[in-house]
C-alpha cells in the first residue's frame, strides 16, 4: 500500500575513452591544439549541464575545450530560481521549479558530488489540518486526514479499489523505459523523433493522460480525483490535455526533495566545476550567424561579436530573442507554453475555511489541490482551470517575520492563470486586503510580504509523437526540444549531457575523418509527421 503515499504527495508530485587531458600535452613534439571553442546560450538546467558534461567529456577525451555560457539574466538557473521572504537572504523559497525525486539521477548525483544539502519535502502541519485535500470549487473531494495509516488507507481502498496500486505499477513501468534514455545503447539519441520509438514509449505519448489510463483499466474516480489533481498542479493542464507520459512523471514522486537554499546551487556549482568554463551574466546573445567555415559568430548585448565551433541554445527559441542567420537546417516550431502566475505571499493567518465552504473552527488542508467539478469538462481547452480558478494553494513553509511577532508564519504559494489579486487573496484569508497590500504586501498586514511571477512555465504537453531536432544544423545544437516530452529540471539537465555527448563524439569523429552529420529525419527513416504534433490529437475519450 505505499502506492497510496505516493499519490498523495500533492503539490510536490514532479516528479517529474579514456585519454589525457590534451591541455599542455605533447608541448614539445607537436604544436598546441587550438582549444575546441563553444557557447552555450542560456544558464538555466540544460545549459548549466551541457557546460559540465562537455568540459567532463571533453578532458576524457583529450580535446581542449574553451566553453562560454551566456545568460541574459543577472542569475545563474533559469526556471529554477528562489527569491528571499520578507528580503531576508536566510528564507529563501522557490519561485521556479522547487521539487526533483530520487529517480532524477542528473541532480541527485550532482547534489551529491558537489555536498549540497537536500531538504525533503515536509510542509508544517497545523494541528488538525490535513496534509493535502483536493477541491473541486465547491467542496473536497478527498482530504487525507490525521486518522491512523491504516484507517485512511482502508477508506481510499474503499473509494479507489486498486486504482492506486495500479497506478503505482504503470508509472513504475513506464519511468524504467525512460530510464534507458541514460545509458548505452540508447544514449546519446540524436533526434527525439527516433528515442522515443525506439524506448517504446511512442504509444504513451500518442495519447491524453486519460486516454493511457483508460487503456490501463486505472478507474475514473482515482483519475479524476488524484491524478488530475496532480497534473494540475505540476503542469496547469488537465487529464483530456496532457499526454501520457507526463502524466505518469507527475505520479512519480518517490523521495521528493529540494536543495536547502535553493536548486539553483546545483547549476552554479556546475558552471563552477570547470576553469574551461566562463559564464557570462547579464549578456544576451542576439544574433548567432554561420560563417562560410562552419564557425558560428554571435553577438551579444553589449556589441561583442566573437566566433565558436559550435554553438549550444539552451532555451526555447521562441522567448529567446534571438535572430539566427541564415535560418538554419532545422528551424524549432513555435510551441504553445502555459502561461503561470505564481504568488507567493506570507501571513500570520490560515486559509479561511468559510472560503472552502468548511465550517468554522475546521482547518483547511496545507496543500490545496484542484480538480474539476463533476460535470464541468473543459476537454482540451488549454484554458482548463474551471470553478476552482486557481491551479492550488499551498503553504510551502513557516518562516519569521522579521518586522512581526516572534511566532512563525505561513508562507504561502499560488499557481493560477491569472495574477492572484486583493480580491482572491482577501476571499482566501478572508480578511479585508487592499489592492496596494496585494501588490506590495504590508509589514505587520495580514500579508507581511508578497512576491509575484509571471513565466512561460513548460508547454502544454499535448500528445505528440514528433520532435524539434536537437542538431538544428552543423555544430548548432539545441535542448529545449526535449520540454514536449518532458518538461522538468533533471529532463532539461539529460538534455544537456545528451548534447555533450554528441558534440565530443563529433569532434571525434572529424578528427578520425568521417563525415558526421546528425540530422535530418530521412536519415533516420522517419517520414516526418512534422506540423501534426502541435494539435491536441482530436480523438478524446
Ligand atoms: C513555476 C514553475 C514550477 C516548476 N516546477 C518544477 C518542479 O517542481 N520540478 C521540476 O523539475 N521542474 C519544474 N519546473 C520546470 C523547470 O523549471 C524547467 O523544466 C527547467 O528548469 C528548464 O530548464 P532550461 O535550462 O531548459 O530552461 P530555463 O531554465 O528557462 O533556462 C534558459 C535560460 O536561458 C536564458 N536566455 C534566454 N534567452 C537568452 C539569450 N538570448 N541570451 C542569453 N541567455 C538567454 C534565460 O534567461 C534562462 O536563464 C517548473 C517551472 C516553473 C516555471
Ligand atoms: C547584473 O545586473 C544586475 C542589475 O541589473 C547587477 O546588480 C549585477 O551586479 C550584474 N551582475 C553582473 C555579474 O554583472
Ligand atoms: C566573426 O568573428 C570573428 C572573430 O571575432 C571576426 O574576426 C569576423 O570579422 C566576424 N565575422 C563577421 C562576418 O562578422
Redesign the pocket.
Known sequence: MRALGITLLGQ?A???RSGSNGKGNGALAEPEVAAKRVAV?????????TAYFLSQNADAAGIPVDISV????AR?????TTVNAWSDPAQPV???????VDV?RILVDAAEKFDLSTASMGAPRAEGAAELGVWDGKQFLVKTSDEDGWWQKAKLLWRYGLAPIKTNSLMKSTVAKFLTMYAEPVFPWKSLNEVVHDVGLADTMAMTGLQFLTANGIGEKFAHEIIQASTRV?YAQNLKLIHGLETMVCMATSGAMSIAGGNYQI?DRMLESSSSISTHLN????KISKQSDNTYNLT??SGEISSFDDVVL???LQ????EIDPAPEHVPDEIPYVE?F?TLFASPHRLDPKAFNLEAGKQVPNFVLTTLPDGEDTGSDPNGVGTPGFWSISIIRTGLNPHGAPSPENIYKI?APKPAGAKLLSHILGKYISDDEAEHGSRNGAISWIHH?T????PYEYPRVTFDEISLDDGLWY??S??SFI???????L??KNVAKLIVDRWQGMADGEIVTVQSNEEWGYTGLKGQHQRPLEAEL
Do not use: D, Q
Not at 546560450?41 to 549541464?49: E, F, L, Y
Not at 522567448?319 to 534571438?322: N, Q
Not at 513565466?455 to 513548460?458: A, E, I, K, T, V
Open positions: 510536490l514532479f516528479a517529474l546560450i542560456g544558464a538555466g538546467a540544460g545549459g548549466s549541464s551566456f545568460e541574459r539574466g545563474v538557473g533559469g526556471r529554477c522557490e519561485l521556479g521549479a522547487s521539487i526533483f532524477n505540476n547549476f549578456t544576451s546573445v542576439t551579444t548585448s539552451a532555451t526555447p522567448f529567446a530573442s534571438i503561470m505564481v499557481f511571477k513565466w512561460h512555465s513548460y535542448t529545449s526535449i520540454e518538461s522538468t529540471m533533471e529532463t532539461s539537465a538534455a544537456g
